[in-house]
DNA sequence: TTTATTGTCTATATAATTAGTAGATAATTA
DNA sequence: TAATTATCTACTAATTATATAGACAATAAA
């Protein structure tokens, strides 16, 4: 099982977070987001257009403009992100719940031990990606930015 | 999160199951477990020898040659047999136990809120896949097949 | 109303990975 | 010796990931 959030599901989610960290009415442009980063600007210029179509985010175009979250933090789930950008998160399609496919090789679906297992572990990923929200991810860097933090003067 | 249970890993845990379903000393053809499962032959040969290699099987050339498990089924975990075909099973290689890599766009892994989740998705999947063993597979496909088997006459 | 700025969209290019194939070689049995 | 079966190396094709280029559209400020 390949490394399979790609570059896209890591910048968007870096992306998105970097955007819930913002003032309330505040924008971000890509520009910025994208140096603050470390992301190739037109790649991002790609993944938060997704992410807006999606409607996560909000944007304005001009002087001025750029991106925002289109709704609180708190109610934008990291799964809902990923699917944006990756697709389905089951492990193999026969196993996806939204975008459920057999396989060619399929004897029976039913009796498919494969699919049994990856089912499960759809429904694991699931159960912290569906529950973890981009709210969730902001308190963590924080709170771990301070137990990092070097109070030592 | 793309399907990332590939072909060959889908595979691998097919023939392996076929290989614990065997009678105890019994041995079975590539060319057999290929043919009844829908795999390509050549495909599988490569597999299997992975598998063969990572100790899980044993083979025998020649005629009346083949492969068998090389333990028994209940201590190969379908974890050992993903990671053999496909890898480390960490979404993203920041999370990974096994094969840790940091990202060359990574400000501070420490509060990396990517890893961060990405790490609990990749315990979640351990959670699954190394608790799962190949003779739990095997359970599985004969209890699923006798819940849809017609006993009508 | 012009100019600079910023997002939007389409098309294309490169690299990596997946999925498979071809064909020779080695071991074993009959 | 001949048939059989696994092993190994090398190669090809298809798909996906990772971008980049450049035109276009909207907005704000001068």
Redesign the interface.
Known sequence: ??????NK???G??AI?HLARLEAGETAQVADVAQR???PKKFLDAILLDLRNAGMLRSKKGPGGGYALAKPARSIK?GAV?RAL????????CASRSAFRA??????I?????R???S??RD??A???DT?TVA???Q??IA??S??ADYAI
């Open positions: 099982m390949n490394p399979v959030l790609t599901g890591k910048y989610l870096k977070v980063n470390n992301i990291v990923i990756e697709g389905p998160i089951a492990p193999i399609a396989c060619e090789d399929c004897g029976d039913d009796t498919c031990p494969v049994s297992v990856m499960d572990v694991a990923i159960g912290i990606v973890t969730d991810l902001v963590r860097s771990q930015a137990l990092h």
